[in-house]
């Protein structure tokens, strides 16, 4: 399975994006689903999760206020809406589905099964 991640781009500090992520023919319901990005020369870090019918949801730290994930079940597809960008906010941004996500576990990588190609945000200052 594969998801496929889009919406990313350059922007001035202070913008907004909205990255999509779209999963055809997956019962994405069934999972949890997250964001998380990689910067150059660091690891892949959490940004953000949603429960399988989307009524609660996790984010990182710098995340929490600035970005809202949301998620449309009927369409397979997750969203992560960003505003007030910053230029560490500047990464390769991935979305990822699990089928065995936790609570206590929703922020490691290791946890999801699926993975989406990643699309690049850079933040201009």
């Known amino acids: 399975v594969q998801l496929q991640a889009s919406g990313g781009g350059l922007v001035q500090v202070g913008d907004s994006l909205r990255l999509s992520c779209a999963a055809p023919?997956?019962?994405?319901?069934?999972?949890?689903t997250g964001w998380f990005r990689q910067a150059p020369g660091k690891e892949r870090e959490f940004v953000a999760a949603?429960?399988?019918?989307?009524?609660?949801?996790w984010y990182e730290g710098s995340a929490k206020g600035r970005f809202t994930i949301s998620r449309d079940n009927a369409k397979n597809s997750v969203y992560l809406q960003m505003n007030s960008l910053k230029p560490e906010d500047t990464a390769v941004y991935y979305c990822?589905?699990?089928?065995?996500?936790?609570?206590?576990?929703?922020?490691?990588?290791?946890?999801?099964?699926?993975w989406g190609q990643g699309t690049q945000v850079t933040v201009s200052s």
């Open positions: 023919g997956f019962t994405f319901s069934r999972y949890v």
């Open positions: 949603i429960a399988r019918r989307g009524g609660n949801s």
């Open positions: 990822a589905a699990g089928a065995g996500v936790i609570i206590s576990t929703l922020r490691r990588a290791s946890a999801y099964d699926y």
